[in-house]
T-cell receptor, first 110, second 114 residues
Framework: TQLLEQSPQFLSIQEGENLTVYCNSS?????LQWYRQEPGEGPVLLVT?????EVKKLKRLTFQFGDARKDSSLHITAAQPGDTGLYLC??????????FGTGTRLTIIP | DVKVTQSSRYLVKRTGEKVFLECVQD?????MFWYRQDPGLGLRLIYF???????EKGDIPEGYSVSREKKERFSLILESASTNQTSMYLC?????????????FGEGSWLTVV
């Protein structure tokens, strides 16, 4: 069984602060996705990364894919209340189906 | 925009009842999925389907079955609901050719079994 861990499990910070959340795997994966899920909604895809060392930016969000293809981080600059939600990473090991992490629940306090 | 619609947002059922959760997608996607989401456990795949009348077991298929009679519709069936099936259920769809890495989720169905 492939293990996918996200940390921290919960994070609560003030508006305007910066934060980083992490996704770590016990095995190398072929691609990784980050999703955000707002309360009462389904997850929505933010980004897909496929190349080791890859960095992608989406406005105030910066996604990094580790060189060893076993980890990823999501950094948010100047967090806004609209960033509140559950952040999920999902990985694909080879050609297998997606495996989701347990998520980081982020709360931004105005 | 892709639309994945789950017919029931909130349901309360009794132990032993048969429960149907319906899902419809409007983008002619080949693949459809059913997940359940529980605190601390993330999303776990119950069943998926690559085509009409095709179904494959996911990670936790016990106690569930599925039906895909039409391409746009994927139903999850709880033959005899139990309290440990109280959860949030998420339907999703994807197109393996056009957008292989993009999965579109519905808004979820909250099921409580009492």
């Amino acid at each position: 069984t492939q293990l996918l861990e996200q940390s921290p499990q919960f994070l609560s910070i003030q508006e305007g602060e910066n934060l980083t959340v992490y996704c770590n795997s016990s095995s190398v994966f072929s691609s990784l996705q980050w999703y955000r899920q707002e309360p009462g909604e389904g997850p929505v895809l933010l980004v897909t990364v496929v190349t080791g060392g890859e960095v992608k930016k989406l406005k105030r969000l910066t996604f990094q894919f580790g060189d060893a293809r076993k980890d990823s981080s999501l950094h948010i600059t100047a967090a806004q209340p609209g960033d509140t939600g559950l952040y999920l990473c999902a990985v694909r090991f080879g050609n297998e189906k997606l495996t989701f992490g347990t998520g980081t629940r982020l709360t931004i306090i105005p | 925009d892709v639309k994945v619609t789950q017919s029931s947002r909130y349901l309360v059922k009794r132990t032993g009842e048969k429960v149907f959760l319906e899902c419809v997608q409007d983008m002619d996607h080949e693949n459809m999925f059913w997940y359940r989401q529980d605190p601390g456990l993330g999303l776990r795949l119950i069943y998926f389907s690559y085509d009409v009348k095709m179904k494959e077991k996911g990670d936790i298929p016990e106690g569930y079955s599925v039906s895909r009679e039409k391409k746009e519709r994927f139903s999850l069936i709880l033959e005899s609901a139990s309290t440990n099936q109280t959860s949030m259920y998420l339907c999703a769809s994807s197109d393996p050719i056009v957008q292989a890495n993009t999965i579109y989720f519905g808004e979820g169905s909250w099921l409580t079994v009492v």
